[in-house]
């Protein structure tokens, strides 16, 4: 009788098990997800918790400091981050107050492997918006954490990182893209080389 007890209550946790979050595809420069704003959140559910772990795996796999829904395909306004051990969290329906005068720094986006230009952003921003869970949240950064929460937001309103190059450099961003060899995926039957080329995020 003991063991059967024991089972049943064994079982009780099985229903609230989460599902492992998954690894997503992340989507490349051209995709026309990109460039759509994305739509506020509205329903704070499970879907949503599962599509911010989902972010977090996907982010920290591909050793990115910030995720956009869009970027995995999601048009929807939540992006995660990961600045450092302490800057870490996830943001929804986010509004922005910038602070400061825009300094440029180098910057990259795990949709635009490999490419990185000197982009300037304000070197304060106050984000709020909501947890997964619809409670209050506000981030204030500066230095990365402040650039992270400007790039992401762009993202969720269809803004790339090259969009706020000056000309001269958005002109060599333009000439990397065609020249980049995720530019104009799907088609990976045709191989200039059979070895695997080293992914840099
Ligand atoms: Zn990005």
Redesign the pocket.
Known sequence: MVNARLRSETGVATPTRRERPLERDIRYFGDPVLRTPAEPVTDFDLELRKLVDDLNETMLAAH?V???AP?IGVSLRVFVYHVDEDEFGHLVNPMLKLEGEPEEDDE?????PGLQFPTRRAPRAIATGFDMHGEPVTIEGTELLARCVQ??T??LDGI??IDRLDKKQRKLAMQAIREAEWFGLPKPEIKLSPHQTARIS
């Open positions: 990115g910030g995720l956009a970027q990259g986006c795990l949709s635009l790039h992401e762009d993202h790339l990182f």
